[in-house]
């Protein structure tokens, strides 16, 4: 499936991607990402914004954003929680601000830009980074022109691995979408989400265009050999025993994704402030189950997350 990737096609790709970074955020939007990056010294190569606010522009629920550093001692955090992100990142953190009378409130990822390079890679066994940032985002500050550029760059990291586990896990021969579904199918299988079935359809079909010109660039740029056949209608070259090797590589990913999952929502609890609150909010309102947590199950996340886990999976949310 490998195949030499010129300079033009990365570049193309970069072009791509760094383009749709450099689209136009809301000005409260913009606000809170300089203030999270004033929050990080100087520590902060950019803010990325991303999620169903960048798509809506609502800023009535909660704003998404990861903020890359260039030191992982460039956020104040706290000893164990520092550890915990070098463990497994990013670490989750609750912000809340106002601006020009605007209450807003965000969820904000924490890792350093070399940490979001290797997430986004092939060979690691965490499918959240790459998975996530192969959809739209928004760059909604940088802290200069070299920032911007290492940014697209990373995010078009993330573009190509998923890209090449979509030749893999997708069709023989397919029309881009086709790619892109059966690779979001798997994705959302693999995690404990609480997204209902079908979320990743919904996800390409909405930008359904764009997802179309992504794939060919993106294989390109990360090595895939490829056929067009016409008619929308694209081939990767991969003989039997290439598929059934990446399908092997990507049980093991499976096996490993739910329990990566499990453990990142028992740390969220504890590293951001009101994480158990979040939790709570982020599943009732993908999933429509109510979680009404008692104080002992507030002042104790960590201890309480394992029941809470149970009673979700009992209900058939994690399933």
């Known amino acids: 499936m490998n195949a030499?990737?010129?300079?033009?096609?990365?570049?193309?790709?970069?072009?791509?991607?760094?383009a749709e970074l450099a689209a136009d955020t809301m000005p409260e939007v913009r606000a809170m990402a300089a203030a999270l990056a004033?929050?990080?010294?100087g520590h902060a190569v950019g803010v990325v914004f991303y999620g169903s606010a960048l798509r809506t522009r609502a800023l009535d629920g909660l704003l998404d954003f990861y903020i890359l550093l260039d030191d992982p001692h460039g956020w104040d955090q706290g000893a164990i929680a520092a550890r915990a992100n070098a463990a497994l990142p990013p670490n989750v953190e609750y912000f809340e601000m106002a601006t020009d009378g605007v209450g807003l409130r965000s969820k904000v990822a924490i890792l350093t830009l070399d940490q979001f390079r290797k997430h986004a890679g092939r060979e690691t066994l965490d499918t959240t980074i790459w998975a996530r940032f192969t959809q739209p985002c928004a760059l909604a500050w940088a802290r200069?022109?070299?920032g911007r550029q290492a940014v697209a760059s990373a995010v078009a990291t993330a573009a190509e691995t998923a890209a090449w586990w979509a030749a893999g896990l997708g069709p023989e021969r397919g029309t881009a979408t086709d790619f892109w579904e059966a690779l979001f199918r798997e994705t959302y299988a693999s995690e404990l989400r609480v997204e209902s079935k079908g979320r990743g359809n919904e996800i390409v079909r909405s930008a359904q265009a764009r997802y179309e010109r992504l794939l060919p660039l993106a294989w390109a740029a990360g090595g895939v050999a490829f056929r067009e056949e016409g008619e929308g209608i694209l081939a990767p070259v991969l003989p039997a025993e290439e598929r059934g090797a990446v399908r092997a590589k990507w049980k093991r990913r499976r096996l490993v994704a739910?329990?990566?999952?499990?453990?990142?929502?028992?740390?969220?609890?504890?590293?951001?402030?009101?994480g158990a609150d979040y939790i709570a909010w982020k599943i009732e309102r993908h999933s429509g189950v109510r979680l009404d947590l008692t104080p002992w199950q507030r002042r104790h996340p960590i201890l309480a997350s394992g029941s809470i886990l149970w009673r979700l999976w009992r209900q058939g949310v994690l399933r």
Not at 4 to 18: D, M, R
Not at 38 to 41: D, F, I, L, S, Y
Not at 258 to 274: D, E, H, W, Y
Request: aromatic residues 6%; proline residues 5%; hydrophobic residues 50%.
């Open 258 to 274: 739910k329990p990566l999952n499990a453990l990142r929502l028992a740390k969220a609890s504890f590293t951001f402030a009101g």
């Open 144 to 146: 200069d022109e070299a």
């Open 38 to 41: 004033e929050r990080a010294g």
């Open 4 to 18: 030499p990737a010129s300079s033009e096609a990365v570049a193309a790709l970069e072009a791509l991607i760094g």
